[in-house]
């Protein structure tokens, strides 16, 4: 385990165990002293200042979230390569491991998580932070049967031009797979052709997720500025990163609804409906979170929530 952690750290933490580690750091559980709690410490490798001061503001806006569907940030500590962010220890396991396990659920409980989750992207959408890898492995449910939405490495957060690029197949929408696709085959064009590089800030970005397995997150090889390049797709802020998340969210709660992985590339949307002894008012819900075309789905995490309260 590590032993060279900053002298903050060293001070005020005391290390417990690694709970999974990865190509862009580890994540350690730790005893807080002052706070005399449990928290995580999720350790952020940077390449360059600018990377270390878009993860401080990430950790500064999710510090004045305040949803019991969410873990509380505490704060944010950084030496000269990496940065660490404290955060609230999550009691509990994630559904991709549930799920693993053939673990099933009833529409009730499918529908109860939905609401909670719902309420907790529109607490960081109203921050102008957006998730965007919303899935089963970032999705905790607790000893209390709540669920809490975890992991925000690949967030967006008040139009901060992440050089970061993701997808979690299955789980991204159709816009977020379709931008990832097209930078990676720009790299991979202007490699061939020995042309400048695409991307400014080149970097290697590896999956941050604690369990290797299908649900990975795929970042991509080489993240960064858009170059002039009229082949590539338009930069991040021409998405609706909030209803791509609504997008993710549907396909996490089909996949904990049915127990079926949902589709790795969007070619119809009825998903639901081809399964039998589903409520139509959930299934629907579910679809239509799902649609293909972004303006087909709802306008908001509000919007979402109050769709589910009037199936009571």
Known sequence: MKSDFPADIEHTFRIESELGVGGSGSVYKAWHSRLQKFVVIKEVKHSSADGNEV???EVEALKNVKNAYLPQVFDFLSDDNCSFSVMEFIEGESFDKLLKRGQKYSQSQVKKWYG????ALGAIHKRNICHRDIKPANVMLTPGGDVCLIDFNAALVGGNDSKLINRS????????YEIFKRYENACNERKSRNKPALIENTRENVETDLIEDDNATEFSSRAGIYADYSGAIAPHWQIDWRRSDIYSLGATMYHL???KYPPRQV???AWVFRHANYDDSIAHIIEKSVRADPAERYESAAALAAALQAMD
């Not at 909670?116 to 309420?119: D, I, K, W």
């Not at 197949?169 to 816009?175: D, I, N, Q, T, V």
């Open 257 to 259: 609804l049915t127990g």
């Open 169 to 176: 197949l299955g789980y991204a929408s159709p816009e977020q």
């Open 267 to 269: 070619q119809e949307t």
């Open 55 to 57: 993860r401080r503001n």
């Open 116 to 119: 909670q989750l719902a309420s």
